[in-house]
C-alpha cells in the first residue's frame, strides 16, 4: 500500500527556504567548491544505501547531475562564476547534514533536503537540461561519422555554446516574464 502526499508552499514558505540558501551561500564562502562536492556525493551515497523513502531517494537524484556538471572540464568552459555559484550554493545545503532537519533522523532527515532539491531543480530547470543535452551531443558525436573538416573539440565548443545560450535566454524569460517555473531562489 501507498500514500500520495500532496501540499503547496504559499509565498511565505518560499521566503523561508530562500532565507534557508542564502544561510547556505554564506555557508559556501567557509568552504572549498571540493568540499561541498565531496561531501555532497558522500551523503548522495548514504541516501541510496539508507532506507529513506522512495520520494526522496527520486528528488535528490538530479544532485549527481549538479556534481557532474561542476566536475565536466568540457562543460565549465562557459560556465559563467554565478551559475557555477549557484550550483555549488544547492549543493553545499545538501552537503550540510545538521540543516533544518538534521540528516541523521530516520525517515525524516532528508525531507528538506528533497523539498529544497524540488525547489533548486525548478529554478536551475534549465541549466540541468542544458547539461543533460551536452551529454547527449557528446555522446552522439562519439557514434556518428563525424565532419572530416572540424575536430572533436570544435563540434562540441559549438555545440556547448549553442545549449549556454539557450539556456541564459530561456532563464532570463522565464524571470522577465515570471512564467515557467522559476521561483528565485538565488
Known amino acids: 500500500m501507498s500514500l500520495r502526499v500532496t501540499f503547496e508552499l504559499e509565498e511565505q514558505d518560499l521566503r523561508f527556504f530562500r532565507t534557508q540558501m542564502k544561510k547556505a551561500r554564506e555557508a559556501v564562502q567557509k568552504i572549498s567548491e571540493e568540499e561541498v562536492m565531496r561531501e555532497a ?15 526522496v531517494k527520486q ?13 565536466d572540464p568540457e562543460w565549465a568552459q ?4 554565478k ?8 549543493l553545499t545545503y545538501f552537503a550540510n547534514p545538521d540543516d533544518l532537519i538534521p540528516d541523521s533522523i530516520p525517515v ?4 528538506d533536503d528533497a523539498i529544497m532539491m524540488e525547489l533548486v531543480i525548478k529554478e536551475l530547470q534549465h541549466v540541468i537540461q542544458a547539461y543533460s543535452d551536452f551529454e547527449r551531443y557528446r555522446k552522439e558525436e562519439r557514434a556518428r561519422n563525424r565532419n ?12 556547448r555554446k549553442q545549449l549556454y545560450r539557450r539556456m541564459r535566454n530561456r532563464r532570463r524569460g522565464a524571470r522577465r516574464t515570471g512564467s515557467g517555473r522559476a521561483i528565485r531562489l538565488f
Open 41 to 55: 556525493q558522500r551523503l548522495l551515497s548514504e541516501v541510496r544505501a539508507a532506507r529513506a523513502p522512495a520520494f
Open 59 to 71: 528528488r535528490l537524484g538530479p544532485i549527481q547531475k549538479l556534481i557532474d556538471m561542476l566536475q
Open 78 to 81: 562557459e560556465f559563467d562564476e
Open 83 to 90: 551559475e557555477r555559484e549557484e550550483v555549488i550554493t544547492a
Open 108 to 111: 525524516l532527515g532528508f525531507i
Open 148 to 159: 572530416p573538416n572540424i575536430t572533436r573539440e570544435q563540434y562540441l565548443a559549438v555545440k
